[in-house]
């Protein structure tokens, strides 16, 4: 099982944890909500939990729980930026689909 990301998505955090001044790294999660079903779940971590998986790249770590792993394997994190709006895109091989927005998807 693999969580991956790019440069753009690493520089990002690194730079968002800085300017937090703390944290381990950013958790990866899933809930279910949105018009396809679950939807991303981004939120900064200073403590790890027992049951968590571990994945770093470009010396930024994303953490994720193992329920949502089962979701989330082989996702790939990307930072974009198009015209005025920048964030982050999800390569998901799991999805069967998303909503327009990209929000939320379906597996």
Do not use: W
């Not at 005025?84 to 999800?90: I, R, Y």
């Amino acid at each position: 099982m693999a969580i991956s990301m790019t440069e753009a998505a690493a520089s990002h955090i690194q730079r968002s944890l800085a300017g937090r001044g703390k944290g381990l790294g950013i958790r990866l999660g899933v809930r279910t909500t949105g018009c396809s079903g679950m939807a991303y779940v981004l939120e900064f971590v200073d403590e790890l939990q027992n049951e968590d998986q571990v994945f770093e790249e470009y010396g930024v770590k994303v953490i994720v729980d193992p329920k949502s792993l089962v979701y989330l394997d082989g996702v790939q994190l990307d930072f974009v930026k198009e015209g005025l709006n920048e964030g982050f895109k999800f390569t998901n091989p799991n999805s069967r689909g998303e909503c327009g927005c990209g929000e939320s998807f379906s597996v």
